[in-house]
């Protein structure tokens, strides 16, 4: 395999305005996901991004950003845009989709996506860790991925994705974790479908490729990590960053 790390990243949010460049000790909260990035040692990183700010913040600090139509529907889609400038002969077979409000997430993490796409039955690959309790199962904000790991598994089919507590019954529950490895053949299939309408019910674009036959794996973790959607959150990111991420 040959990855690429993408980070797709706009200023439109409504909880925190400006939340890519959002100050974190003194650099850019995009900054600090490129960092992350990096640490992983999978592959180049760029941004493709939705506003010229983001992109003068991310090529100040030295590194590669790709300005992105700002209509584009989702992050998929501006990954698959940038993909274009930035490799336009496919040297990279696999791209991952790393979003921008993650910048606490362990290197660890973006090297595991990755390992799901030794199968090449697999199309796309993503990350899960166990919900630990029945408040977190409850939240429609944490999606859940229907797989199982039996016998130490480290890699699982996901047979659906949800954001009710499912499936039924004793055992796990996994948490999905939105970072994505693709291959680049199914990125492009991917945005070329149209929304599907399970995807729709859940307002889960994953449901999308599962419902046109496309082939998600899991890769498990211990912890999810946390996305800054709030002030809140970027205190906690602060406080956290002021140690090393392992």
Do not use: N, T
């Given at each position: 395999m040959n990855p690429i790390i993408v980070i797709p990243s706009r200023l439109a949010s409504s909880r925190l305005p400006g939340k890519p460049l959002a100050d974190i000790h003194g650099r850019a909260m995009i900054l600090h996901v490129i960092d992350r990035a990096m640490e992983a040692d999978i592959g180049p990183v760029a941004v493709a991004c939705g506003d010229v700010e983001i992109a003068e913040a991310v090529r100040a600090a030295g590194a590669v950003a790709v300005m992105t139509d700002p209509s584009l529907p989702s992050g998929s889609d501006r990954v698959q845009a940038a993909l274009a400038v930035l490799d336009p002969q496919g040297r990279h077979d696999v791209v991952v989709n790393l979003q921008g409000d993650l910048p606490t997430i362990p290197p660890v993490q973006l090297r595991a996506v990755i390992t799901p796409l030794s199968d090449p039955m697999v199309d796309i690959a993503t990350l899960v860790a166990p919900i630990l309790d029945a408040a977190e199962a409850a939240l429609p904000s944490?999606?859940?991925?229907?797989?199982?790991?039996?016998?130490?598994?480290?890699?699982?089919?996901?047979?659906?994705?949800?954001?009710?507590?499912?499936?039924?019954?004793?055992?796990?529950?996994?948490?999905?974790?939105?970072?994505?490895?693709?291959?680049?053949?199914?990125?492009?299939?991917?945005?070329?479908?149209?929304?599907?309408?399970?995807?729709?019910?859940?307002?889960?674009?994953?449901?999308?490729?599962?419902?046109a036959g496309m082939r998600i794996a899991c890769a498990r973790v211990d912890h999810a990590p946390f996305g800054v959607d709030t002030p809140e959150d970027l205190e906690r990111a602060r406080r956290e960053l002021g140690v090393e991420i392992p």
């Open positions: 944490v999606v859940k991925a229907v797989c199982a790991f039996d016998g130490g598994r480290a890699v699982s089919p996901a047979l659906y994705f949800s954001r009710a507590a499912i499936p039924w019954g004793p055992g796990p529950l996994w948490h999905h974790i939105g970072i994505y490895a693709y291959r680049r053949a199914a990125l492009a299939r991917f945005v070329a479908l149209p929304a599907s309408p399970l995807e729709k019910r859940e307002s889960l674009e994953q449901l999308r490729a599962l419902e």
